[in-house]
Nanobody
Framework: QVPLVESGGGLVQPGGSLRLSCAAS????????MGWYRQPPGEEERFLVA????????DYVDSVKGRFTVSRDNRKNMVYLQMNSLRLEDTAVYYC????????WGQGTQVTVSS
């Protein structure tokens, strides 16, 4: 088991910034990918937002490129998502994930972008 705990969500105005953090514990390997999904209101599915691989490569969905930055601290087993220039459509529950033998998920943190 790999428990994941997110923090940092909240309410922000369009154009604002938020930083999400996720702490992993248990059997965590720096070689395995970690990242973030989100589930917008009314959607049943979660969608990949950003991820960082064991070799440091990052990957982003097109809609957040240039605005979001995913990073990782392997010494602390932490993954972060810096979100800048937030838009109304970024409103969602954001889930941290860790992928090894299976997907492990955090409990989710709400991000609301509203004026």
């Amino acid at each position: 088991q790999v428990p994941l705990v997110e923090s940092g969500g909240g309410l922000v105005q369009p154009g604002g910034s938020l930083r999400l953090s996720c702490a992993a514990s248990g059997r965590v390997s720096p070689a395995d990918p970690m990242g973030w999904y989100r589930q917008p209101p009314g959607e049943e599915e979660r969608f990949l937002v950003a991820r960082v691989f064991g070799d440091g490569r990052t990957d982003y969905v097109d809609s957040v490129k240039g605005r979001f930055t995913v990073s990782r601290d392997n010494r602390k087993n932490m993954v972060y998502l810096q979100m800048n220039s937030l838009r109304l459509e970024d409103t969602a529950v954001y889930y941290c994930y860790y992928l090894s033998d299976q997907h492990y998920w955090g409990q989710g943190t709400q991000v609301t972008v509203s004026s």
